[in-house]
């Protein structure tokens, strides 16, 4: 494993993380986050990251009871605040009151003292962002969360909240948590830029754009059994990407991988990687052996002439954007 600064700051996370977005605590699914995250440490990884809001508190349940039994020092846990964790009015947000009472209730589901890295997982656009700074700095200063971030804000909200923490002297964020793949590359535009002149670090979601670049969809052909495109369960998002265009563009980049002797998924880490304001990308696993096979993608770095191959195959789908 590899491991790079978190912006700015000194600590130090490795390059692929591992969520837990999809881990819910039923009996199946805990000894599914028991032997991901007994694998994750096997190859390196030492950045986990969950959410209150991932099924209301029971993800952050489950990746808190599969680390109880490792040294609390020898991994960084992030987790998040914002969506509505009841039906009350201020059950949701960022107000101090919300960020207060929900980062004391995810140390308790996590299990910890301590929270490594705690995200905004939203802009709340109904609450100062100074007060929202301050509830976090407070946080800081009581030893409860060690670093505060932001997932999904934009490059002017950004910069404003770093005009505000200068102002009042209060903490700078460390992070800022996108989602970024091969087919959703917003953030190059404004917001990787920004972040690196204010000291943020990308800790990217969705790198594998739900499993679309893994290969296990073809085009013209139903999604296999068992895969989360085959679960009308699900989302949406998934399913806007199975269009026989994209699909296309997968299959040519999965070549390109073939041909590197590469997992297309450890090439799409691996192009995810070639960003330097990139810290990590999260992937999400429900097989060790799909944690041990995605870790590989730090030793790949791809060559000048490759990465043009990638961009010569993606222009079809430049303009593609999945429903969200």
Known sequence: MKYRRLGNTGLKISEIGLGSWLTYGTAAEKKAADTCISAAFECGINFFDTANAYNRGEGEKAIGAALRSYERSSYVLSTKV??????GVNDRGLSRKHIIEQCDASLRRLGTDYIDIYFCHRFDPETPVEETLRALDDLTAQGKILYSAVSE?????ITDAAGIAR???LRPLAANQPIYNMFERYIEQEVLP???Q????QVVFSPLAQGILTGKYKAGQQPPAGTRAADDSVNGVIRSYLRDDVLDVVGQLDRLAGSLELKLSQL?????????GVSSAIIGATKPEQVLENAKAVDTVLSPDTLQQIEEILKPVADFAPAR
């Open 194 to 196: 920004v972040s690196q």
């Open 268 to 276: 799409a880490l691996a192009w995810v990687l070639r960003q330097p």
């Open 167 to 169: 102002r009042l002297n």
């Open 153 to 157: 804000w934009s490059a002017a909200q």
């Open 198 to 201: 204010h000291g943020l670090g």
């Open 82 to 87: 914002f969506f509505p964790m009841g039906e």
